[in-house]
Nanobody
Framework: QVQFVESGGGLVQPGGSLRLSCVAS????????MGWYRQTPWNQREWVAS???????NYTDAVQGRFTISRDNKANTVYLQMDDLKPEDAALYYC??????????WGQGTQVTVSA
């Protein structure tokens, strides 16, 4: 069964950093493009960043230059390094495949709170 387990969220002050991790199972990870997504109570889930099987990366404009996505195929893990965090980055962060997602298998997400 497909499963995504996110971790690494927390409370951080504006300007701070966090590193999110997501372990995937039930997929052939090395053949999957992966993405990070986020959702707030007042917005739909949105795409944040993605990484191809070859390591090519893309970011939404709001996080370009501040976030870095990476992957470790041996560990079936995708990471999101988040630097210079802003209050508007606060959200529940998820990982899934990209661009198509396993819509029935979203994980529990990891909460990021940015507050002074």
């Amino acid at each position: 069964q497909v499963q995504f387990v996110e971790s690494g969220g927390g409370l951080v002050q504006p300007g701070g950093s966090l590193r999110l991790s997501c372990v995937a199972s039930g997929i052939i990870f090395r053949t999957a493009h992966m993405g990070w997504y986020r959702q707030t109570p007042w917005n739909q889930r949105e795409w944040v960043a993605s990484i191809s099987t070859r390591g090519n990366t893309n970011y939404t404009d709001a996080v370009q230059g501040r976030f870095t996505i990476s992957r470790d195929n041996k560990a079936n893990t995708v990471y999101l390094q988040m630097d210079d965090l802003k209050p508007e980055d606060a959200a529940l962060y998820y990982c899934n495949t990209w661009p198509g997602v396993f819509s029935s298998f979203w994980g529990q997400g990891t909460q990021v709170t940015v507050s002074a």
